[in-house]
């Protein structure tokens, strides 16, 4: 089992940063590969980038490439997402989640999820 609980959201210019943290419970944090979603109102809820479970890896969908990078600490038991260059678009709740699989993109391959943080940006 493992529990996430999101922090860092809030409202931004657009051009600006925002950091957003996920810390995890659990004593095996270490063995899942996390991802951060975003969810826009009305739309689907959408992936915006993964790290494998050693943080040896990393993917992102391509709007954000360039502009956001996913890290975690397993010693700390937190994954971070750092949002540079930030537009009015990216506006969305941003979820994390933890999943058993390699490098998971797919909603369904994540089992655990937090509850969100907003950011909203501001053009």
């Known amino acids: 089992q493992v529990q996430l609980v999101e922090s860092g959201g809030g409202l931004v210019q657009a051009g600006g940063s925002l950091r957003l943290s996920c810390a995890a419970s659990?004593?095996?944090?270490?063995?899942?590969?996390m991802g951060w979603f975003r969810q826009a109102p009305g739309k689907e809820r959408e992936f915006v980038a993964a790290?494998?479970?050693?943080?040896?890896?990393?993917y992102y969908t391509d709007s954000v490439k360039g502009r956001f990078t996913i890290s975690r600490d397993n010693a700390k038991n937190t994954v971070l997402l750092q949002m540079n260059s930030l537009k009015p678009e990216d506006t969305a709740d941003y979820y994390c989640?933890?999943?058993?699989?390699?490098?998971?993109?797919?909603?369904?391959?994540?089992?655990?999820w937090g509850q969100g943080t907003q950011v909203t940006v501001s053009s």
């Open positions: 790290i494998s479970y050693r943080g040896r890896s990393t």
């Open positions: 659990g004593r095996t944090f270490s063995s899942y590969a």
């Open positions: 989640a933890a999943s058993g699989a390699l490098m998971p993109t797919r909603r369904d391959e994540y089992s655990y």
